[in-house]
């Protein structure tokens, strides 16, 4: 059964930047297409960023331009670097694959006020 740990959530100031990662055991990532998905308070989760087998990316517009998903196969670890945060963007974030395994992570915490 496959695990999924994020990582690298915190408290930041708007404008301000963090580096989430998510490191798979039990499955191995090369396979699939792999993206971040957040929920935020009272929201229903949402995809935010995708990167295919070949290192495609895609990604919500409102995300577009601040946020870049990446993925290291040999670590088996997804990557997803967030500049110029915003308040909005304050959720719990999560790791999957296209389409989703039926366990999640219990995620990582992004909060981005002053």
């Known amino acids: 059964q496959v695990q999924l740990v994020e990582s690298g959530g915190g408290l930041v100031q708007p404008g301000g930047s963090l580096r989430l990662s998510c490191q798979a055991s039990g499955s191995t990532i090369s396979m699939f297409a792999m993206a971040w998905y957040r929920q935020g308070p009272g929201k229903q989760r949402e995809l935010v960023a995708r990167?295919?087998?070949?290192?495609?990316?895609i990604y919500a517009d409102s995300v577009k331009g601040r946020f870049t998903i990446s993925r290291d196969n040999t670590k088996n670890t997804v990557y997803l670097q967030m500049d110029n945060l915003k308040p909005e963007d304050t959720a719990v974030y999560y790791c999957?694959?296209?389409?989703?395994?039926?366990?999640w992570g219990q995620g990582t915490q992004v909060t981005v006020s002053s």
């Open positions: 999957n694959r296209i389409p989703v395994w039926r366990s």
């Open positions: 990167v295919s087998t070949s290192s495609t990316t």
